[in-house]
C-alpha cells in the first residue's frame, strides 16, 4: 500500500530565506507526482506537475525534483514571501487516483 | 474554462438528515474524483470517475456514501443519515485520461450538528 509522508509537518521561516519541503512515497511504481498548495478553508491549487520519466520541473520560483528510485521529492521556495505562508501538499498518482501525504504549513514571517 | 465548481460551499446539517453536493469539473475533463480532508490532515480519496462510469470506491466509504456521473458530466455525492464524523471538507478535482495535471474545486465544507 502506497503511503505518503510530508517532512516537516510545520515550518515556520523569515521572509526572503530559501527552503526545502519533503516529500516521500514508499511505492516508486508511480505515474507522476503533483505539489499543490492549500489556503486555509480553501481547495487546492496546483503547483508543479512532475511526470515519472523527469527529474524536475521548475515554475518561477518553485523547483520541484523527484528521484523516483529513493521514492522521494523536494519543493524548493526561493525568496520565500509572507504571502507564500499556506498548507503544501504532495501527492502521487498511481491506480488511477491521487495519494496525498499529510502537508508541511508553511509561516513566512514579515 | 472557469476551473471546476462545487457548490454548494458550505452546508450545515442536523444529525441523520441527508445531503448531497454537486461538483461541475472542466469540461474536457473525462476523469473526477471526490476527496475527504479533515482539519489537519490530506485529502482522502473517496471514489472516482472515468465518464460516466464509477472506477474505484474507497473501501472506507461506507454504504451511506453515493456518488454519481449521469452522462459524463457533472456528479453528485450524497451522504445519507448523516453523523457527526462525516464533518469535513469535502474536494472534488478533475482531469483527463493519462499522467495529466488534476485540478481541484474550492470544496464544500460539511458540518453535521
Known amino acids: 500500500k502506497q503511503e505518503v509522508t510530508q517532512i516537516p509537518a510545520a515550518l515556520s521561516v523569515p521572509e526572503g530565506e530559501n527552503l526545502v519541503l519533503n516529500c516521500s512515497f514508499t511505492?516508486?511504481?508511480?505515474?507522476?507526482l503533483q505539489w499543490f498548495r492549500q489556503d486555509p478553508g480553501k481547495g487546492l491549487t496546483s503547483l508543479l506537475l512532475?511526470?515519472?520519466?523527469?527529474r524536475e520541473q521548475t515554475s518561477g520560483r518553485l523547483n520541484a525534483s523527484l528521484d523516483k528510485s529513493s521514492g522521494r521529492s523536494t519543493l524548493y521556495i526561493a525568496a520565500s514571501q509572507p504571502g507564500d505562508s499556506a498548507t503544501y501538499l504532495c501527492?502521487?498518482?498511481?491506480?488511477?487516483?491521487?495519494?496525498f501525504g499529510q502537508g508541511t504549513e508553511l509561516s513566512v514571517k514579515p | 474554462d472557469t476551473g471546476v465548481s462545487q457548490n454548494p460551499r458550505h452546508k450545515i446539517t442536523k444529525r441523520g438528515q441527508n445531503v448531497t453536493f454537486r461538483c461541475d469539473p472542466i469540461?474536457?475533463?473525462?476523469?473526477l474524483y471526490w476527496y475527504r480532508q479533515t482539519l489537519g490532515q490530506g485529502p482522502e480519496f473517496l471514489t472516482y470517475?472515468?465518464?460516466?462510469?464509477?472506477?474505484?470506491k474507497s473501501r472506507l466509504l461506507s454504504d451511506r456514501f453515493s456518488a454519481e456521473r449521469p452522462k459524463g458530466s457533472f456528479s453528485t455525492l450524497e451522504i445519507q443519515r448523516t453523523e457527526q464524523g462525516d464533518s469535513a471538507m469535502y474536494l472534488c478535482?478533475?482531469?483527463?485520461?493519462?499522467?495529466?495535471?488534476?485540478?481541484f474545486g474550492q470544496g464544500t465544507r460539511l458540518t453535521v450538528v
Open positions: 511505492d516508486s511504481a508511480i505515474y507522476n
Open positions: 470517475f472515468q465518464n460516466e462510469a464509477q472506477l474505484e
Open positions: 501527492a502521487v498518482t498511481q491506480g488511477g487516483k491521487l495519494i
Open positions: 478535482a478533475s482531469s483527463q485520461t493519462g499522467n495529466t495535471e488534476a485540478f
Open positions: 469540461s474536457e475533463h473525462n476523469r
Open positions: 512532475i511526470q515519472s520519466s523527469q
